[in-house]
């Protein structure tokens, strides 16, 4: 299947600092998305992305689509402690099939 | 509205057990999908509904069955459970448009295998 890895595996920060991941995928896709989850919840969707060089935001949280299709960031601004939680990316060609990257653990220092 | 909705939370089955996990979503999308989620392995798709009456293999559909029951039910059946199905499950909806991705997960079902 579609392999996503997505890195750094965890983080540890500061509030207040900026924060930067990125997914890598073996495949092309034309839809990436990314998503957060807190514990005992379902993933929630943050930003979706459907244009390769795209950058989009959503308040403190930007992310952009790899040129190459094969890639995508995630940035947090200027961090707080409601931002604890697994950011997965997933990409999609078909709108059904979704494959998820192994995620990123956040931990937000006060 | 409840949004996506699963029972149980939690299961613990012995080898070798059957059980069903029950979906069920109140926001009238057609798309129904089940996840799997393994530490370390992110979400791995076993079964989508693109629309009722329809069933799709995902990613890891061995061991599982599917039965979209209607529009708003859609469950997931292991009909001889093994250990390595110990997982957390997650149901998700969306509409069925081609421009929207946006999947919306109910909060998983806890299982151990035995």
């Known amino acids: 299947g579609q392999q996503l890895n997505q890195s750094p595996q965890s983080m540890f920060i500061q509030e207040g600092e900026d924060v930067s991941m990125n997914c890598t995928s073996s495949?092309?896709?034309?839809?990436w998305l990314w998503y957060k989850q807190e514990p005992g919840e379902g993933p929630v969707l943050l930003i979706a992305?459907?244009?390769?060089?795209e950058l989009t935001s959503n308040g403190r949280l930007t992310a952009q689509f790899g040129i190459t299709r094969k890639d995508s960031f995630l940035n947090i601004s200027a961090s707080i402690p409601s931002d604890v939680g697994i950011y997965f990316c997933?990409?999609?060609?078909?709108?059904?099939?979704?494959?998820f990257g192994t995620g990123t653990s956040l931990t937000v220092i006060p | 509205n409840a949004g996506v909705t699963q029972t149980p939370k939690f299961q613990v089955l012995k080898t070798g057990q059957s059980m069903t996990l029950q979906c069920a979503q109140d926001?009238?999308?057609?798309?129904m999908y089940w996840y799997r989620q393994d530490p370390g392995m992110g979400l791995r798709l076993i079964y989508y509904?693109?629309?009722?009456?329809?069933?799709d293999k995902g990613e890891v559909p061995n061991g599982y069955n599917v039965s979209r029951l209607n529009k708003r039910e859609f469950s997931l059946r292991l009909e001889s459970a093994a250990p390595s199905q110990t997982s957390v499950y997650f149901c998700?909806?969306?509409?069925?448009?081609?421009?929207?991705?946006?999947?919306?997960f109910g909060p998983g079902t806890r299982l151990t295998v035995t």
């Open positions: 997933a990409g999609t060609n078909t709108g059904n099939q979704f494959y």
């Open positions: 992305l459907y244009k390769a060089g």
């Open positions: 926001m009238n999308h057609n798309s």
């Open positions: 495949s092309i896709f034309n839809t």
């Open positions: 998700a909806s969306k509409v069925h448009r081609v421009t929207d991705y946006e999947q919306y």
């Open positions: 509904s693109a629309s009722e009456g329809t069933t």
